[in-house]
């Protein structure tokens, strides 16, 4: 039987500090105390459960937001019925925008079908911040927003790749392209008090004029450059998610990138560098709702250690 302090303590070691439980136990040892990681493995299952309750109430206040941000990166579960242990599987983050106390959750789903956010998100209705993934094309109810710092790594990636005479003159296509996404960025850090009403209308006088232009930019460079090299695939995904990149100018509310999602999926890609795969599906979930409840805190200006510790005593 483990005391609420000690699942806490650990859950955070491995959750927030990136400690894998086998770094754990080696601590542990070190002081004399026999504690092995299939034991902490086990309360991180049962601690899991408890908080499973919190993770649903979690996930119903979040469907009633009108503005969302999703992304997923690769998960390895060693133990998934019927699948190789290389097999790829998938952890989804959805979390709230910048209205509202910060929600942050985690889902575990063996692969990256489309169907999942159709599940999650269904009952969701409003915009949804995404990168370029198709999978989350044509959700009932909700407006996709693309995102321009995607849009505009895509053209850091071809000024980066220039010779470097060309790199430092700064006056070649791939500068131009990568100016025209800075201009964006910049109305909007102008923006950053604004109002919803406000944020509008600034960007339908403003961003749409830098959208206009670099729309026909974009036709008159299109069959000018490689499709393969960096510069066409800069241009080719603007030109592909040109719709879902223009639909901030159509509510003052949204952002005009996903960077939120982005920094939250971070503490879990540095953990997973650590620890590096999950051994079955169902300690896959657990990790996701203790990822889910320890950012979510985090987020919210709480110890997470103190706020697990709350938790597993009520």
């Known amino acids: 039987l483990a005391s609420s302090s000690t699942v806490s303590y650990i859950a955070t070691l491995k959750f927030v500090d990136g400690l894998p439980l086998y770094r754990q136990e080696q601590m542990f040892k070190r002081i004399d105390v026999a ?26 206040h979040l469907l009633q937001r009108t503005e969302l941000h999703a992304d997923e990166t690769e998960l390895q579960v060693l133990k998934e019925p019927g699948r190789a242990a290389t097999t790829k599987s998938y952890l989804w983050l959805y979390r709230s925008g910048r209205a509202g106390p910060p929600i942050v959750l985690y889902e575990y789903q063996p692969t990256r079908n489309s169907d999942h956010p159709r599940q999650f998100l269904a009952r969701f209705t409003g915009s949804l911040h995404v990168d370029g993934y198709q999978g989350y094309n044509d959700l009932p109810g909700v407006t996709r927003i693309g995102c321009w710092a995607h849009a505009r790594r895509y053209f850091v990636e071809a000024v980066a790749v220039l010779p470097p005479l060309a790199r430092n003159a700064g006056k070649t296509p791939s500068h131009e392209g990568l100016a025209y996404c800075n201009r964006l960025f910049a109305i909007e850090r102008e923006l950053n008090d604004a109002t919803a009403e406000e944020r509008l209308a600034a960007r339908r006088q403003k961003s749409k004029a830098v959208l206009d232009a670099f729309a026909t930019w974009l036709d008159e460079h299109v069959d000018t450059v490689m499709p393969k090299s960096a510069l066409g695939k800069a241009i080719t995904y603007c030109r592909k998610q040109w719709v879902s990149l223009n639909a901030f100018l159509q509510d003052g509310n949204v952002e005009i990138d996903n960077n939120r999602a982005e920094r939250s999926i971070k503490p879990f890609v540095i953990g997973r560098k650590n620890w590096l795969f999950a051994n079955t599906p169902r300690g896959a979930k657990a990790s996701a709702i203790i990822y889910s409840i320890v950012e979510t805190a985090k987020e919210n200006g709480l110890d997470p250690y103190l706020y697990l510790k709350l938790l597993f005593d009520e």
């Open 35 to 60: 504690l092995t990681r299939q034991t902490m493995s086990n309360w991180m299952l049962a601690g899991s459960g408890w908080l499973e309750h919190i993770y649903r109430r979690l996930h119903h």
